[in-house]
Structure formats: structure tokens, C-alpha cells
């Protein structure tokens, strides 16, 4: 339940507009239980049962009950029979059912309305909390494992809460209004025929619970498996030059089927208790309205009848009206169960507190003045250290090269500096002040990364350089397209710079795409750079396109640089050679070269390759 109203406190307006929710759905309650109340006097006029001789009660003064009600009524309509006679009086009494359906239906679309207003806020409002949330949380959030489910948390979660929201605000918080309300009716009707419904009627609720009760883990298990599927084919899609090369389809197609057959056992069984509550409900229905007939009958039929026939069908007749609020109140309470299933997928990543955040009192970076310090600094994604103990200095101005066998700690020893994690032990300085004091926006503001798979959006070529900055002029971008050795290929497509360039940038070579990547960090213009192989992934042509634009790129700057290429860092002011998460060896290039040691058999192998 408080999850439900955390759902709900999603909307805009929320009190006025369910105050306005319930209201209209009362009117429109009421004025449907009027018109049926109404085949009472109905059958009445038809079977002369308006008694000619019967003294006109005259009208009481105002208060607010069924019999005020009741007794206005008999004055207007014992007055019509007994001046016009019975068809005039039947006359009386179809206008009022007609203008009572009216109203009432009236009402229901207003409510109606009232709902739709409500669950749509809702589900953008609640897709942008998520949006902003996520996308705030620390990189180790995204691991490829967890895309998937976020993918389907924010669609199919979502989804099932819009349902539950539309289905509950009918089900769950109307139906219940409807039965007071048409209880209320009828026990003005007869006191002790509803005292005898009252009996029976639990026995339905606590059969229709029970099913409920056993939905609830399955529709968990259900919104899991959607979410493994999606990243199945977020994988297989992006993938699937590799997957074709690999003849790999049959195996994925393997991997899908497990899991679809997975979901569609979960939602076998889920359905199957699901569609049990339906006919469960109507069949202990019909069976209460058995034993009512039973019951009701006798007092209608035995000796001294205490039982008005007419009176006695139009119990019947509001009664009925009860069962399908009552089916939807079940129908209404299992899908609750599956929206709240999905509400607690969604708030889990809501609350979720970035592992990286700014402290309250966190200074501003304004300039970089001086120097980039690791001290001590260890670092574990789990428990195993990745970075053992780093000590480091990056200079204003100078270039540091990180080199050493793969899987040695270098990508995460430079994530460390734009501050994507922050160290388990130690700390980094930015300017004596370590990081963890500083905004992290302005912090990342003095710094940009290129990284070996470039990240462009499916976007042009203006929008993907100018990423995140749409108000820059196209000068500014042809400039840094310029220096990123960029401007040239972008003229040759189609469009020039409003090139669209698919998803991904698939529409581009490797080094195309990497030289973007250049540009957007030329036009961020930082003072300091992080370049993770930047280069590696190209063929040397390109790549010696994209490193003379790295070269342009670093002019002036501090730079972090990691290269596979070990003669591309060869001017680099020190070098430092990391494996298994430790420095080995430091120095320049030809500090290096004369040592007999690991930067030099990596050269070596380079050289012979
Ligand atoms: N997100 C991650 N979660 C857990 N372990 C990781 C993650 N990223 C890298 N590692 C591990 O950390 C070690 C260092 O990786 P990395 O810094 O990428 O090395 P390099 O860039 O030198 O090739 C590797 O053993 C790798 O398996
Ligand atoms: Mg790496």
C-alpha cells in the first residue's frame, strides 16, 4: 500500500485530482444505483401495486437520507398516479431512469478523465525520475549485465505500473465505494436480506485472496526474465557482424529459447491463477444470489409475507449490480500485485545513491594550476586489488604514458582521474586537494577522455561533436573538426556536418569515427586529457590520421596517455610501464630503453611483430 502511494504522489495535482476522482465517482455511483432503485416503483405502476387509497406523504423537510429520498419520491410520484393514473406515473418513472443514466454516465466519464489525467503525468513523470536518477549513478551501475534490466525497468515496469495505476484507481479504489454505496442501497431496501448477504459474502473474499496472494512472486520472476531477454538482443543486435561471422546464431538462438520458455512458463502459471479469479468470483456470485432467491423467496412467499414481490426484484436487481464491481475489485487487486512487483524494481533503482557523489560543502574547480597526484592509491572493483599502492605524478603541461601488458590496471588506474571511481585506498590530488572535495562537474569540466571505442549517438556529425552543446557555432565545430583531421571526410558525405551517422556512428570507418570522437574533446578545449588507446583499434593509414590529430590534440595540455603503440609515446615526458596493478618500471623513453627490463622486451616484441 505505501508503495502504491508512493505511485501515485508521482502525479501532478495529486490530492485535487483524486478528491475530484472520488467525487465524481460517488455521483456517478449514486446516480446508478438510483436508476435501478427506480425499477422498484417501476414495477410497481406496471402490477397496480401504487395503492389508490394511500395518503400522499407530504414533503419533510431536507435532510440527508434514503428515507428523505424515498419518502419526496412517493409524494411526487403517489400524487401522479392518484391525478393522472398509472401510465403517466410509469411515464414519470422511465424519464427519471433515463435522466439518472444520463447523469450517471456523465459522471463516469468525468472520472474516467480524472484517471487518464492522473496515470499519464504519472508514467512520464516517473520515466524522467528514473532517467535523471540512473543516468546520475556511478559507471560500475552499467556493467552489461544490469542494461537489460534497466532497459525493461524503464519500459516494461513502467508498463505494468501504468496498468496497475489505471486498473487500480478503477478497481481498488472505486469498486470498494460502489459496494458501500449499493449495500447502503439495499439495506434501506431490507434490513435483513442484506444482513443474510453479509453472511456469505466473505467466503468469496478469502477464496479470491488466496489466489492473489500466490501472483505476486511470480510476477518478479517474470519482470527478471524480460529484462535478461532484452539484453540478449541489445547484445545480439549490436553484435551482429560478430555474431554472423561466428556462425553464432543457433547459439544464441539457444540462449533466447531458454529464457523465453522460462518466461513462458512463469506466465503460464501466473495466467492460469489469474484467469481462475474471474470465474472463481462469478460462480460464488451467482451461488450467494441462489441462496438470496431461497431466502428472499420464502419471505415473500410464506403466509404472513413479509416480502413486497416488487420490493424483492429490485433487491435482486441492485444486488447483481454488485458482482461486477466485486470481479473487478479481484481482477483490480491482481493486477496491483503485479504493478507493485514492478513499482519495487523501479524505486529499488531510484534510491539507489550514486557511489559517487559530491559532498555538500564541495569546491568548485576553476583552473588547473598545477599538478595530478596518485598517493598510496589502491584500487579493487570486488576484493581482488587491481591497483596496488600507485604513486604518481602528472605535471601542468607534461604528458604521462601509461604502457604494459593488458588486464595490467591502466584503464583504471585513468578512470580514476575524471573520477569514475574513486580509489579503495589512497587518495588522488587534484592541486594538493584530493578529489573527493571537488564538484564533480567541474572537475570532469577541465577534462576530456577519447577511449578506444568511440561513443557517438545515432545523431549528425554537428550534434555528435558538439555533443552536449547545441548553441556552438558551426565555425567553432568545423575548427576542431579541422584539427581533428576530421573536416576533410566529413565534406565527402552526404550532408556534410548534418550527416546522419546511425547508430553507433555504424555508418562510419573506424578512424572516422574515432577522429569525432577528437574533434568533441578538441571543442571541450580541457587542460587536461586522458587518451585510452585511442589509436589501437585502427588500421595504420587512419591511424596515422588520428594520431597526428592527437598530436594537435595535445599541444599545450596535460595529458594521461595509454598507448598499445609504444612508439607513438616515445616523447613522452616520463613513462610509466604498470603490470598486475603495480608500477614496474618508470622513466623516459630512453631511461627505458637502456634498462634491460619489461618496457624494453615490449618494445622488442613490437618491433619483430
Ligand atoms: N568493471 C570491472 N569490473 C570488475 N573487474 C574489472 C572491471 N574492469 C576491469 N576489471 C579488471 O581489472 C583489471 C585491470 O583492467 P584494466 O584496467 O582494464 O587493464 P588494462 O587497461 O591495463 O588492460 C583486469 O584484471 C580486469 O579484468
Ligand atoms: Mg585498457
Known sequence: MKIFLRILSFANNIGRRLAFFFLYSILGIVF???????????????????????????????????????TVFNHYYLTIIQNYGRLNSLLFVIALIVLTVVLANLFRYLERIMATKIRVDLVKNIRME??????????????????????????????????????????????????????FVLFSISPKLTLFTLLVLPLTGGVLAEIIKRLKKQAVASQESLGRIVNILDETFSGMR??????????????????????????????????????????????????IIFFGGNMVLSENSTLDAAVFLGFIAVFAQIIQPAKNFSNGITALQKGTASAKRIFEMI??????????????????????????????????????????TIKKGKTVALVGPSGGGKSTLADLVPRFYDPTQGEVLLDGKSLKDYDIESLRRQMGVVTQESILFNDTIFNNIAFGNPSISEETVVQAAKIANAHD?????????????????????????QRLSIARAVLKNPPILILDEATSALDSESEKLVQEALYNLMKNRTSLVIAHRLSTIQHADEIIVVQQGEIAERGTHEDLNNRNGLYKKLVEIQKTS
Open 130 to 183: 528514473i532517467f535523471k536518477k540512473v543516468s546520475l549513478l556511478h559507471i560500475g551501475y552499467f556493467n552489461n549485465e544490469r542494461k537489460g534490466d534497466l532497459i525493461s525497468r524503464f519500459t516494461n515496469d513502467v508498463m505494468e505500473v501504468e496498468n496497475a495505476v489505471m486498473n487500480s484507481l478503477k478497481a481498488v479504489l472505486k469498486e470498494p465505494v460502489t459496494i458501500v454505496v449499493y449495500f
Open 489 to 513: 571526410f566529413i565534406m565527402q558525405t552526404e550532408n556534410g556536418y548534418q550527416t546522419l551517422i546511425g547508430e553507433r556512428g555504424s555508418k562510419l570507418s573506424g578512424g572516422q569515427r
Open 351 to 392: 534510491d539507489s545513491q550514486p557511489a559517487i557523489q559530491n559532498k555538500p560543502d564541495a569546491t568548485v574547480l576553476k583552473t588547473f594550476v598545477n599538478e595530478i597526484e596518485f598517493k598510496n592509491v589502491s584500487f579493487a572493483y570486488d576484493t581482488d586489488l587491481v591497483l596496488k599502492n600507485i604513486n604518481l
Open 242 to 291: 560478430v555474431v554472423k561471422a561466428f556462425n553464432a546464431r543457433n547459439f544464441l538462438i539457444d540462449k533466447i529459447e531458454k529464457e523465453s520458455s522460462f518466461y513462458r512458463k512463469v506466465n503460464k502459471s501466473m495466467s492460469y491463477k489469474n484467469e481462475l479469479a474471474s470465474p472463481v468470483s462469478e460462480i460464488l456470485g451467482v451461488l450467494i444470489i441462489a441462496g
Open 32 to 70: 446508478g444505483a438510483f436508476n435501478i432503485v427506480l425499477v422498484i416503483p417501476m414495477l410497481k405502476s406496471l402490477f397496480d401495486q401504487g395503492k389508490k387509497e394511500a395518503t400522499i406523504p407530504p414533503i419533510p423537510g431536507f435532510s440527508f437520507s434514503t428515507d428523505y429520498l424515498v
